[in-house]
């Protein structure tokens, strides 16, 4: 491919970013990517398109457009696999050159000569119209004549993105020459597109530099996120049932559309199911994957951050209870090293039995025996293992019918599954002596404090993106790692409500009273759990 004029235009690499056609510069140099991406105006000189046969059908967008844009997936590629592997598609100049600085810099003719081969050949089908009395073609004629053919790149267009993405960005950039009724239509459909359609939708735009017509579309049909009564403003349990890309897709379009809150309450709803990403920590994807895979610009770094925070402070609620029955040391403490020690130690703790009955010791025992069966075995939250031998080390055995020791099972990723078998904690007591003496009545209000932050439908747990005001992490204002923020070093839990926080660092605080206090909460230094 030529420039009509010189010097030739910068080479743009093979990366989807080189894509980008900055639309606010009219004289810009993509002479390599349009290269590849049109492989040249096939002009198909000396014979017709044909609506039968080996040639694919045409599917006409604008019965008056003057070219056709064709889609021809790689043979590797899913969609290169079907019968009809080419895709094309008759549309109109005008509107591709108008909402796309890809086409306006590809079809025009003082920049790169397939722009000069364009307007040749819609001059002649000009002057053929004519000869035919003037008279409108229909559709399936104007398909036939010879209207020059621009080939989408498929080297550099995104992963997976499907033939039904390209036609509804077509759509998108031909809706101004749409009938009234036509229009309607349209914005219909696209209003209850799926969030798999929409988000694909968004990545070919980024793909051409075409995001303000989409945006344009999205927010003038005003887009449902997709079917069904799924809440958007407001968190509510229904949505932790979706697949994670479903909840993914609809954070990377809310994103693109600058919906705040739905971007809060659904970052909120992926903090709590977790990520199949996170087993072994965040980690950017190495290979090409889809734009809402992972959120940049440090959020998805965020989003672990903080549902291990949420994690962590339930562990340690648990933790606290263990400790006052005699499970675990104070934290503060030494360690104990002798038996004579450890047995004064369990003497000077005090009994959490309340009646002081001889038999106090064996009370409290009794439901630390029932508290760690509990955690252990029926929700899974602790686990019990021993620190003398090698997680990896085995015996080798030649018996082939030995069966593998069984690996213990792990616990719900759901924050709000977990807290529900939580409160599940039994209360058996050790004779009728001993009512009220189980760790169930001490147990359920604290984990109702945290169990406000968590299921509160205005996702407090979510990212606020207003306040996102950095691309690393955690240097943003709106980071609960950002050490610029004050936090709680001490933080007292009453019954079910943050009753106070007596000690609290210096630094900035959130103007969000309530999304402050579920950072104080689940990113305090220590809680006092029954202050």
């Known amino acids: 491919m030529e420039p009509s004029h010189s010097p030739s235009p910068v080479g743009i690499g093979a990366s989807l970013q080189t894509l980008k056609l900055h639309d606010t510069q009219d004289d810009f140099s993509c002479s390599h990517l349009i290269g590849e991406a049109s492989a040249a105006i096939n002009n198909h000189k000396g014979g017709d398109i044909p609506l039968t046969g080996a040639q694919p059908v045409v599917k006409v967008i604008l019965g008056t457009g003057d070219v056709i844009i064709e889609f021809a997936p790689a043979e590797s590629s899913p969609l290169g696999s079907s019968g ?38 819609k001059a002649k089908r000009s002057q053929s119209t004519t000869a035919e009395g003037g008279e409108s073609l229909s559709d399936d004629t104007a398909i036939q004549y010879n209207l020059p053919t621009v080939r989408l790149p498929v080297d550099h267009l995104p992963q997976k993105l499907g033939v039904d993405a390209i036609e509804l960005f077509l759509r998108v950039l031909s809706f101004n020459s749409f009938g009234d009724e036509e229009k309607i239509k349209f914005d219909g459909e696209l209003k209850i597109q799926p969030t798999s359609s929409v988000a694909r939708l968004i990545e070919l735009a980024d793909a051409f530099n075409s995001p303000n017509i989409i945006r344009e579309a999205l927010k003038r049909c005003r887009y449902a996120f997709g079917k069904g009564r799924v809440p958007l403003l407001r968190f509510d349990s229904s949505v932790l049932r979706l697949s994670e890309d479903r909840v993914r897709q609809t954070i990377f379009i809310a994103r693109f559309l600058n919906e705040y809150t739905i971007f809060q309450i659904w970052t909120h709803a992926l903090i709590l199911t977790g990520s199949k990403f996170w087993v072994n920590g965040v980690e950017p994807p190495t290979s090409a994957s889809t734009r809402w895979r992972y959120v940049p610009d440090g959020l998805e770094e965020e989003l672990y951050y903080r549902r291990q925070c949420v994690l962590n402070t339930i562990t340690d609620l648990q933790a606290y209870f263990l ?30 039995c309340r009646y002081g009955f001889g038999n106090s010791s064996a009370c409290d025992t009794f439901h630390l025996g029932q508290m760690t069966r509990f955690f252990a075995l029926r929700t899974k939250t602790i686990f019990l293992g021993s620190t003398l031998i090698d997680p990896d080390f085995g015996l080798d055995s030649e018996d082939e019918g030995a069966e593998e020791r069984p690996q213990p099972v792990a616990s719900p990723c759901d924050v709000t599954a977990i807290i529900s078998s939580l409160k599940q904690c039994p209360d058996y007591q050790i004779d009728t002596n001993h009512n009220g003496c189980g760790v169930r009545r001490r147990f359920l209000p604290p984990l109702d404090c945290i169990e406000r932050f968590v299921g509160d439908g205005r996702g407090l747990l979510g990212i606020e993106l207003q306040d996102w005001d950095s691309k690393n992490w955690p240097s943003a ?46 990113t305090a230094k220590k809680r006092n759990w029954e202050a």
Do not use: C
Request: glycine residues 4%; aromatic residues 8%; proline residues 4%.
């Open 477 to 522: 204002s709106g980071s609960w790692a950002n050490r610029s923020l004050r936090r709680a070093h001490v933080i007292d839990i009453h019954l079910s409500r943050i009753s106070a926080v007596p000690i609290m660092s210096s630094g900035l605080s959130r103007s969000s009273f309530l999304e402050e206090n579920a950072r104080l909460l689940f």
């Open 323 to 352: 400790r006052a029955f005699g499970a675990l040391e104070e934290p503060e403490g030494p360690k104990l090293t002798t038996a004579s020690t450890a047995l004064t130690a369990v003497q000077s703790r005090q009994y959490q």
């Open 84 to 121: 009809n592997a080419s895709h094309r598609w008759q549309v109109l100049s005008d509107d591709l050159m108008r909402n796309s600085p890809y086409f306006r810099a590809l079809l025009d003719p003082n920049k790169f000569s397939e722009g000069r081969d364009f307007i040749q050949q």
